[in-house]
């Protein structure tokens, strides 16, 4: 408990997590209190241990401990926890480099996971062979299963413990009993022993036999317990030697910053968490996506797609691509239909498509929602998209995971749903439905057409472009009397930590910048910003900010009122900004394990003068407002912001107008300045 509950975290100890140094020791600790001394042979005589059983231990056991050495001389001092600021010390100590794949770091914690994996293993084994030696089997309960199989207590065993070798179809036949009795949650020791032994011969004749493909696919058809089945095959080793593609991936851990598990880790998590969708007793954790999972016919094909989704990781090209050939592959050879191979085969695909869209793109632009339905296609695989991506999303880090990303996702969903349903995506036909919506509520508060009108004028058409429906209701109830006083409004979003704040002010140079340290100086994050300049030069600025974990829901109203007392002394001529300067430090993880910043601009088609910039980052305080004082030096116009947030990650979206971009000069000189600044 004290280890954290798992040996796939990002810096763990390599003494006391699961399969660490601790574990090994334990098992020798309990064969000594049994009068069985501490050398492996005795073990091994004494039927404890299997010599091959020995060697994996005597291995891992050496891999660790060089590990813990090298730590402890990098760190100068006893050190037993793999931290940032000493896994690339002890790699490159170790005589690792770095490649075109992988940073040297990377290949250290591989090796980590891959050892303490096998602790795990035999842990599973000697444990409870060493338990068996001291508790009495007097009392045991046996129930006969059939011919081969019975049950004791809650483990499945075997009458005869080379059936897995004379019959290998066993090895699966096993894991079908395991997952539809539930009254049984693990194999007995000696039959694991076994099963183990048996299932390290399994080859590409086992996995040619029609017999062994029915019943791995059944696997997923059947669903209960899928979890517990395929992450018992990954521990013990069985599931990369039936999908050689998975050995590739198991204890791959990516310092991207915002991925917290081992790649295997992570597809098990999200496999876990698609199950949940499923079933009755979790739906009340996320109502929408459980009803959606509940009346999707092919749920199997979604669990396989969990399975697939990143399978082609750590190959050096684009995983999206590189896993359609395995998913096929497995499509053909395990008898699933035309039909459901395409589906799963576009699964793996664009299984990044519904998080980029909602997270990078503008999701109130009708084109956006437009080029989104072309690539989906279908109602069906809209719900399947939407399920993978909350479940993916939601098994890459707990960080990740809150009511605003959840809103966008649902927001896109339903998007393009009514798209689906046969509603219209004419830009004009959309525009024209918001700007009536907002003109019908204040029609029944009594605004007067005129006063109306003279809103609609000083908005400007391309306002109803750029904001969806509830917030221009929002804004509009706001502006209607006040189309020339500057004011700030917010409020909190239903059910989040989330704050929605609306800036309506003249415009002057660096507001948005201002505006953005503004927040920063609170410790507010912010997720998303819409910069819009009206026909009468007035800024309407629109920001969703997170509040910090730090601050209990109760206190949410106390922030509200600090941030717009301030915003309010900002827009009435009381400038503090320029005392807001960057405060705090990166973390460790992203000092020691930093990525490369990346910037690309392009040229939006159709649109002269305007284009849109991607930025890749490490997180730090103050950043958008960094971003925004080099466009405002370059005498830029924001538009829009897209702020995705990843952990210590950013990848964020701008929209900018700037004719005198078009000079490929004056690109390379953005370029420049941006990178020099996201590398601060």
Known sequence: AKSQGSGAVLEPNIKTCPGGLRDIHTMLWLARAQGLDAPLSTLISQGVVTRPEAVMLLNSHKKLAAIRIDLHLAAGRSEDRLIFDLQTQVAENMGWRDDAHRIKSEKLMRVFYRASKTVMQLNGILLPMLRGRVYSQANRIVHRIDDDYYQVGNQLAVYDKKLFFRRPEHLWKAMEIL?????????????????????????????????????????????????????????????????????????????????????????LTVLHNMRRLAMDSRSHELPFASALMHAFEKQHILYLAALFHDIAKGRGGDHSIEGIADARRFAADHFLSEEESDLLAWLVEDHLLMSAVAQKEDIQDPDVINNFCERVKTQERLNALYLLTVADIRGTNPKLWNSWRAGLLENLFHAAARRFAGESGSRHVITSRRQQGAADQLTRAGTPEKQQQKLWQALGSAYFVRHELREILWHTANLVHQTEQPQVRSRILPESDTLQVMVFMPNQPRLFARLCRIFSHHGLDILAARAFVTEHSYILDTF????????????????????????????????????????????????????????????????????????VAVNRPYLLADVAEVLSDQDISLRYAKIATLDERVEDSFVLFSPHLENPKNQLALKQALLAQLSV
């Open 544 to 615: 969703i900010v997170q509040i910090p974990p730090k601050h209990a829901a109760a206190d949410y109203p106390n922030v509200q009122s600090a941030l717009e007392a301030e915003i309010n002394n900002f827009i009435h001529g009381y400038d503090t900004t320029a005392e807001h300067t960057a405060c705090g430090i990166r973390s460790r993880r992203s000092r020691h394990l930093p990525i490369a910043p990346g910037v690309h601009l392009a040229a939006e088609q159709d649109y002269p003068g305007w284009y849109t910039l991607e930025i």
């Open 179 to 267: 997952q539809t009795r539930n009254d049984i949650i693990t194999l007995a020791p000696k039959t694991l022993r076994n099963w183990w032994a048996a299932s390290r011969k399994i080859n590409r004749a086992f996995y040619a036999d029609p017999e062994n493909r029915r019943r791995f696919v059944g696997f997923f058809k059947h669903g209960e317990g899928l979890t517990h089945v395929m992450r018992f095959l990954n521990l013990y080793g069985a599931l990369e030697r039936y999908l050689p593609a998975w050995d590739k991936i198991v204890g791959l851990l990516q310092h991207d910053l915002f991925h917290i598990y081992p790649v295997d880790d992570h597809i």
